[in-house]
């Protein structure tokens, strides 16, 4: 009786012990790179469409005028550099693709601290208007990397939740 006594209590204590151990938080990659980005600049290679350069560089400075940051963060301007764009005709429209490459550079001393690159293509029926709607996904893509605020457009699926 004693023994089993013991035993009960020896099997709280470890599970008192063991209940207010704690985890640490996962440190999130994601927010280790996260900037007050103050301006950006796009630029692009002459064969790349001028309406292309201009809308997503108006895009992108709309999204960073638009956000606010509550805590002090390392100060970046980011260089969005569209290589490559393609038209690629199908049956019913067309496909039109992007490689873009996204440099964040230091404000105070003008170094590189983060790049990357991506893809972006888009499906559109008629002719007007895929220049603006793949600018939209390449701010958009970026305003979600950097987290920025800025108007975006909605899918089906956020839709229905709002």
């Given at each position: 009786?004693?023994?089993?006594?013991?035993?009960?209590?020896?099997?709280?204590?470890?599970?008192?012990?063991?209940?207010?151990?704690?985890?640490?938080?996962?440190?999130?990659?994601?927010?280790?790179?996260?900037?007050?980005?103050?301006?950006?600049?796009?630029?692009?290679?002459?064969?790349?469409?001028?309406?292309?350069?201009?809308?997503?560089?108006?895009?992108?400075?709309?999204?960073?005028?638009?956000?606010?940051?509550?805590t002090?963060?390392?100060?970046?301007i980011?260089?969005?550099?569209?290589?490559?764009?393609?038209?690629?005709?199908?049956?019913?429209?067309?496909?039109?693709?992007a490689?873009?490459?996204?440099?964040?550079?230091?404000?105070?001393?003008?170094?590189?601290?983060?790049?990357?690159?991506?893809?972006?293509?888009?499906?559109?029926?008629?002719?007007?208007?895929?220049?603006?709607?793949?600018?939209?996904?390449?701010a958009?893509?970026?305003?979600?990397?950097?987290?920025?605020?800025?108007?975006?457009?909605?899918?089906?699926?956020?839709?229905?939740?709002?």
């Amino acid at each position: 009786m004693f023994r089993r006594s013991v035993q009960i209590t020896l099997i709280l204590l470890a599970g008192f012990s063991l209940a207010s151990f704690r985890m640490p938080a996962k440190n999130d990659e994601r927010d280790k790179l996260l900037y007050d980005v103050r301006g950006a600049f796009v630029t692009a290679k002459p064969d790349i469409p001028a309406s292309l350069v201009t809308a997503t560089d108006l895009l992108v400075d709309r999204a960073i005028r638009s956000t606010l940051r509550p805590t002090l963060l390392p100060r970046t301007i980011i260089v969005i550099r569209i290589d490559h764009a393609s038209i690629t005709p199908l049956l019913l429209g067309s496909r039109r693709e992007a490689r873009v490459t996204v440099q964040a550079v230091s404000v105070g001393d003008g170094e590189p601290v983060a790049e990357g690159s991506f893809q972006a293509s888009i499906y559109v029926f008629g002719g007007d208007g895929g220049d603006e709607a793949l600018a939209q996904k390449i701010a958009e893509r970026i305003a979600s990397e950097f987290k920025l605020d800025g108007p975006r457009h909605g899918t089906l699926a956020s839709a229905l939740t709002e």
